[in-house]
């Protein structure tokens, strides 16, 4: 019964969640949940972007350009949703920043990203 219930509320949930992407495309993809990204972001990122997503990850020592510091508001100026699901997924060529296309699926990347907006330097 209260599974029922919570089913509901999840598929009224998801419908107004669908209805605000449509209407606020441009404020942000459908929201990733941070919870499921952190680990995703420890299996696949922290190697490069380091447990704190500060760009220190234990192969990140000597590397160009660095991995990028989430951490840091001036390192992510500029850089909105878009760019990072575009990144995260064709990656940056000419750097050590690959793809993921074939790794994650794309909800995948959804969670990644809502878990990389938690580190602080991302702003809406
Ligand atoms: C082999 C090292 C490496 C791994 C692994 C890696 N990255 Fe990166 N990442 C980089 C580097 C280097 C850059 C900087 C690229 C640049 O300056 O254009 C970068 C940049 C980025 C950026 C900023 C891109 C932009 O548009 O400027 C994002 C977002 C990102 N990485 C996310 C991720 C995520 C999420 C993962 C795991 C799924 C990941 N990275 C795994 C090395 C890595």
């Known amino acids: 019964m209260l599974k029922g219930v919570k ?3 999840f ?4 419908a107004a969640a669908v209805f605000s992407f449509a209407f606020f495309a441009t404020q942000s993809w ?7 990204g952190e680990k995703i972001f420890k299996a696949n990122c922290v190697v490069c ?5 500060n760009g220190q990850g ?4 000597g590397m ?3 991995p990028r510091n989430f951490t840091s508001a001036t390192e992510m100026k500029g850089i909105d949703e878009a760019r990072l699901h575009k990144s995260i997924t064709e990656g940056r ?4 920043m690959v793809s993921f296309a074939k790794t994650l699926k794309a909800g995948d990347i959804d969670d990644v990203i809502a878990y990389i907006e938690k580190f602080g330097g991302y702003k809406k």
């Open 64 to 66: 160009t350009p660095s």
């Open 49 to 53: 972007h380091g447990e704190k997503g």
């Open 58 to 61: 234990p192969a990140a020592a």
């Open 7 to 9: 089913f509901t509320l």
């Open 11 to 14: 598929t009224v949930a998801s």
């Open 30 to 36: 459908a929201a990733g949940d941070a919870a499921k």
């Open 93 to 96: 060529p000419g750097t050590p």
